[in-house]
């Protein structure tokens, strides 16, 4: 098997599908509204229906990433909200990186995130972290690479100069 069969195969030991990282994001999300949502908030937050809601809840609970009180609240466990702030941490790093350093536009900035988050390492993550944080304590830096990047982008080149 090649290289790259070999991390195609990766995606299906990721800690997280995207669906589930959504879920996870929802339940963090509405609980900081001061009450644990139910399946039913789960449900209209994401748009889909409170079976599919109901399915996922129960793989979660399984997992050991959510729990499930009496009166049908869902809440995170630490395990669950851990989880929860590596992918919100690493959606914001690839977003800012994908604003800030190559000048993608904020809304696809953060869709393509939002599609990015649960792929990368945290290797990567802290990586792309540990870049920013340079390009921001310098900022001519980070103004000249975003300007050489937009303009490369605008050319249709790689930024060398040298065309396409």
């Known amino acids: 098997m090649g290289d790259y069969e070999k ?53 979660l609970r ?12 869902i809440h995170l466990t630490r395990t669950g909200a851990d989880l929860v702030a590596r992918i919100a941490s690493k959606r914001e790093v690839v977003r800012l990186f994908l604003a800030e350093v190559l000048g993608v536009d904020p809304e696809t900035a953060e869709r393509d995130a939002c599609k990015i988050e649960h792929l990368i390492s945290e290797q990567s993550g802290a990586a792309l972290v540990r870049f920013i944080g340079c390009l921001r304590a310098d900022e001519s830096s980070l103004a000249e690479l975003s300007r050489r990047t937009r303009a490369a982008a605008a050319a249709g080149g790689d930024g060398t100069g040298e065309g396409p």
Do not use: C, I
């Open 7 to 59: 991390v195609w195969r990766e995606f299906e030991r990721n800690e997280v599908t995207h669906s589930v990282a959504h879920y996870l994001l929802a339940v963090a999300a509405l609980g900081k509204s001061g009450r644990e949502p139910r399946a039913v908030d789960v449900a209209r937050a994401l748009d889909v229906s409170r079976a599919a809601v109901s399915l996922q809840v129960r793989t």
């Open 62 to 73: 399984e997992s050991g990433l959510v729990d499930v009180t009496d009166d049908h609240r």
